[in-house]
């Protein structure tokens, strides 16, 4: 929930790979925008798009993983088995 960011996305929720390369971690450990797209395009997590492939946002979820964390949640929200349900 970073407000940044946010405030960055476009309708598609892309922001401009510009914005996350000048972030000052990131040009700590490079100012070369090649290494970060290189970085990117082996992420699991951040897809690169755009024509010049000049922009990023979140991977969309699988199936799989919308599944998978609706029954984490589940889980998170029922009692232990060995707890009673208050009465």
């Known amino acids: 929930s970073d407000i940044y960011l946010q405030s960055q996305m476009d309708s598609d929720q892309w922001v401009p790979l510009s914005v996350l390369c000048g972030f000052p971690r ?6 070369q925008r090649d290494i970060v797209v290189q970085a990117l395009g082996d992420s699991q997590v ?3 798009g755009g024509e010049e492939m ?7 979820k699988t199936e799989a993983e919308l599944a998978e964390g609706a029954e984490e949640a589940k889980e998170e929200e029922s009692p232990p088995a060995d707890q009673k349900p208050d009465e």
């Open 26 to 31: 990131i040009r700590e450990l490079t100012q």
């Open 46 to 48: 951040l897809e690169l």
């Open 54 to 60: 000049d922009k990023v946002r979140l991977k969309p």
